[in-house]
């Protein structure tokens, strides 16, 4: 089945400093990849996405780069702000057998201090 | 255009009662999704409905929960009788289309349910 593994955190980090959040998947076919953020308070919104090999996902100064042979699909940001503190998660869609649901990393937590 | 929206936003029952969680999807919305994150681990599938009827139910854990979704607008997730390991912050999401497997699903805030 469908798997999804993100680095576990949290992850500390002072502002203007360089993000990266590892993710890699295990999927049957050919999903798409998602990065998903949820804020404190709020609920999960989508951040970015890459539908096919080689594609990237871009959105606020984030992007990942959807690598078929690593099966990877890494977050970054060169230079992170205090509202940037949230917990992001992972996930593909591989629409078929699998039908359309989500499936989520378990999630990685960000805290940028000024 | 208002999004997803979930009633309560936290719950607080003890083992053995019932609850039921709301959720209204985006208007005109026929696929809603009901996904839960237990003890700040991954966000796992629950079920799927399109319209009212059940897509796909394979996340849901066992017969204490029962989801419905009466004229294919707000649905609901009963949980009865609670137990302690039901606590965890449960999601709806909905979508335009679900045959599409790049499609947004939009996010609810999500229901925290604490069951002591």
């Given at each position: 089945?469908?798997?999804?593994?993100?680095?576990?955190?949290?992850?500390?980090?002072?502002?203007?400093?360089?993000?990266?959040?590892?993710?890699?998947?295990?999927?049957?076919?050919?999903?798409?990849?998602?990065?998903?953020?949820?804020?404190?308070?709020?609920?999960?919104?989508?951040?970015?996405?890459?539908?096919?090999?080689?594609?990237?996902?871009?959105?606020?100064?984030?992007?990942?780069?959807?690598?078929?042979?690593?099966?990877?699909?890494?977050?970054?940001?060169?230079?992170?702000?205090?509202?940037?503190?949230?917990?992001?998660?992972?996930?593909?869609?591989?629409?078929?057998?699998?039908?359309?649901?989500?499936?989520?990393?378990?999630?990685?937590?960000?805290?940028?201090?000024? | 255009?208002?999004?997803?929206?979930?009633?309560?936003?936290?719950?607080?029952?003890?083992?053995?009662?019932t609850v039921t969680l709301?959720?209204?999807?985006?208007?005109?919305?026929?696929?809603?999704?009901?996904?839960?994150?237990?003890?700040?681990?991954?966000?796992?599938?629950?079920?799927?409905?399109?319209?009212?009827?059940?897509?796909?139910?394979?996340?849901?854990?066992?017969?204490?929960f029962l989801a419905?979704?009466?004229?294919?607008?707000?649905?609901t997730l009963k949980v009865q009788?609670?137990?302690?390991?039901?606590?965890?912050?449960?999601?709806?999401?909905?979508?335009?289309?679900?045959?599409?497997?790049?499609?947004?699903?939009?996010?609810?805030?999500?229901?925290?349910?604490?069951?002591?």
């Amino acid at each position: 089945g469908n798997s999804v593994t993100q680095m576990e955190g949290p992850v500390t980090l002072s502002e203007e400093a360089f993000l990266t959040i590892n993710c890699t998947y295990t999927a049957t076919g050919y999903p798409s990849l998602f990065w998903y953020v949820q804020y404190p308070g709020e609920g999960l919104q989508l951040l970015l996405k890459a539908t096919k090999a080689d594609d990237k996902g871009s959105n606020k100064g984030f992007e990942a780069t959807y690598r078929k042979e690593t099966t990877s699909f890494h977050l970054e940001k060169g230079s992170v702000q205090v509202s940037d503190s949230a917990v992001y998660f992972c996930d593909l869609r591989s629409f078929g057998a699998a039908g359309n649901k989500l499936t989520f990393g378990g999630g990685t937590r960000v805290l940028v201090k000024p | 255009e208002a999004g997803v929206t979930q009633f309560p936003s936290h719950s607080v029952i003890e083992k053995g009662q019932t609850v039921t969680l709301r959720c209204d999807p985006i208007s005109g919305h026929d696929n809603l999704y009901w996904y839960r994150r237990v003890m700040g681990k991954e966000i796992k599938f629950l079920l799927h409905f399109v319209k009212e009827s059940k897509q796909d139910e394979s996340g849901m854990p066992n017969n204490r929960f029962l989801a419905e979704r009466t004229g294919g607008t707000y649905s609901t997730l009963k949980v009865q009788p609670a137990e302690l390991e039901d606590s965890g912050v449960y999601f709806c999401a909905s979508s335009q289309d679900g045959g599409t497997a790049s499609y947004e699903q939009y996010f609810g805030p999500g229901t925290r349910l604490t069951v002591t």
